[in-house]
């Protein structure tokens, strides 16, 4: 890490985790003359400024999977490789300047926005030195190709979470850059659907209870067709007087519920023309 810096490393702050609060960790700092400081037990807000990243960056980068193996640390690093350098050399943000408070309204006047890069050029206190090296680092990127290194690996810890070890899928899902800036140009329609956020089927819950109506649902249909502008109350009193005593008041709203779907389908095929997948055409009548 300290050789990826631009610039020397005076402090190393860290929370109460044993991975950081170790004596490997300080015997370290101590030898290189690094100032090790912690946060108070119990005070969460003392690494506000520290990991304020977290969601912004990392969470949006890799998301909520769970990632185990070799195979997916070697991968993880290949993202942060690409998404450090796009992060500090290309994603500008707001910071705040400075927060006045008159009574419960609060006033907050931002920075222009900046990205890491330009912040540290425009501070005079960084070195020449490192303001060449910083230099030389930005002519030599590419945002676009940056963008495609992350969407690649994001691709990759997808199908590493998924547990998709076949080699003909991994190789299905590699884009060549051009492909990749190609659909840029229309990923608006849809938004952007980053890899490791894609939302995973859920099974459909099926039904728990018996149909109350699976012996007289040809027959409620049937009504329903012939007068589709009948209330789900209506054709169920209906019911109730063809049956006396068979069916409750409290099937109400299962009897409204399934005329609900009835309509939605007539309503589609009216649109479209075409009945639902797995519903035949509906052949009653509106008005």
Not at 87 to 95: A, D, I, R
Not at 126 to 155: C, F, G, M
Not at 222 to 244: C, D, I, T, V
Request: hydrophobic share 40%; with cysteine.
């Amino acid at each position: 890490m300290r050789k990826l810096l631009p610039f020397a490393l005076l402090g190393f702050d860290t929370d109460n985790d044993s991975v950081f609060m170790n004596e490997t960790v300080r015997d370290y700092c101590q030898a290189e003359q690094i100032a090790f400081t912690r946060c108070r037990p119990y005070r969460k807000n003392d690494q506000a400024w520290v990991e304020q990243k977290n969601g912004a960056v990392v969470r949006r980068l890799v998301g909520y999977l769970r990632f185990e193996g070799l195979a997916a640390a070697a991968e993880l690093a290949r993202l942060y490789a690409a998404s450090r350098l796009f992060v500090n050399f290309f994603q500008p943000s707001f910071k705040l300047a400075e927060k006045t408070r008159d009574g419960a309204r609060v006033k907050k006047r931002h920075h222009p926005p900046a990205t890491p890069h330009q912040r540290l050029l425009a501070d005079p206190r960084t070195p020449a030195e490192v303001r060449d090296r910083v230099r030389s680092i930005a002519t030599a990127l590419d945002p676009a190709r940056l963008l495609h290194e992350i969407r690649t690996s994001q691709e990759r810890l997808a199908a590493i979470a998924d547990q998709v070890s076949d080699a003909g899928e991994a190789a299905r899902s590699e884009v060549s850059l051009e492909q990749f800036l190609a659909g840029l140009r229309i990923a608006w329609r849809t938004g952007e659907v980053r890899p490791t956020e894609r939302a995973k089927p859920k099974m459909k819950r099926e039904r728990r209870r018996p149909d109350p109506f699976a012996t007289v649902t040809a027959e409620l249909r049937a009504w329903f067709e012939a007068e589709p502008e009948r209330s789900g109350r209506e054709l169920f009193e209906r019911l109730q007087a063809q049956y006396p005593g068979v069916y409750p008041d409290g099937q109400v709203r299962t009897c409204q519920r399934r005329l609900k779907i009835w309509r939605r389908e007539l309503a589609h095929t009216l649109v479209f023309g075409v009945a639902t997948a797995g519903q035949p055409p509906f052949a009653g009548r509106a008005r």
